[in-house]
């Protein structure tokens, strides 16, 4: 069945870099393209960055765009997202699906939480 497993969270202050990963098992990793979603307290989630199944192209939220990069390991059916001059505002739990998340069974893993500090 499809696992989804976030890790590399944690508290940081503004300015901070984290980089956050996403090691994914029981469906062909290497054929479906990815993306990292968040959630804010009270708020919706939302998309944050793409990439491509071959990682060959990656799209970003406007919020994100030039802090944030998104990129994966098709061997290690493992993704990344670095993030580089975090925000306040990028507190939020972080999660990784399939872009988009279609499969049989919804399914989201457990989240990864960063909090920054102002």
């Known amino acids: 069945q499809v696992q989804l497993v976030e890790s590399g969270g944690g508290l940081v202050q503004a300015g901070d870099s984290l980089r956050l990963s996403c090691a994914a098992s029981?469906?062909?990793?290497?054929?479906?393209?990815m993306s990292w979603y968040r959630q804010a307290p009270g708020k919706e989630r939302e998309w944050v960055a793409r990439?491509?199944?071959?990682?060959?192209?990656?799209t970003y939220a406007d919020s994100v765009k030039g802090r944030f990069t998104i990129s994966r390991d098709n061997i290690k059916n493992t993704m990344y997202l670095q993030m580089n001059s975090l925000k306040p505002e990028d507190t939020a739990v972080y999660y990784c699906?399939?872009?988009?998340?279609?499969?049989?069974?919804?399914?989201w893993g457990q989240g990864t939480q960063v909090t920054v500090s102002s």
């Open positions: 699906n399939a872009d988009p998340p279609s499969w049989p069974i919804p399914y």
């Open positions: 029981g469906f062909p990793f290497s054929v479906y393209a």
């Open positions: 990439i491509s199944s071959d990682g060959g192209l990656s």
